[in-house]
């Protein structure tokens, strides 16, 4: 979504003047119970804005999604489950970017 704008870098190298972010996964899992699949996912992102000499703004926020289905013998039930629990937890977090950077 954002292109060549964001470029990789180790927070500890960075730079002032510019908007980081570190991103965690900190789960991405799923179990299985009765005929439900059930898919958790979780992220942690702390922003670092360093647009102001000598001010830096610090935010941390998680996000959390889950999403559930019944297990069905012909389709990759499991993984279908996983898939709808990252877009959800993901676009939150490309909002709180674009919240963030504004």
Avoid: C, M
């Avoid at 980081?20 to 699949?37: C, E, G, H, N, R």
């Amino acid at each position: 979504i954002y292109g060549k704008k964001i470029e990789w870098v180790e927070l500890d190298n960075a730079v002032p003047l510019r908007v980081y972010a570190d991103v965690f996964i900190t789960s991405l899992d799923s179990s299985f119970k009765s005929p439900y699949w059930k898919a958790k996912s979780s992220v942690y992102i702390r922003f670092v804005d360093r647009r102001e000499a000598l001010k830096e703004v610090v935010k941390e926020s998680t996000f959390e999604a889950a999403h559930q289905k019944i297990s069905v013998p012909w389709e990759n039930t499991k993984g279908i489950v996983l898939k709808k629990a990252w877009e959800k937890v993901s676009f939150d977090v490309l909002k709180s970017l674009n919240t963030f950077v504004q």
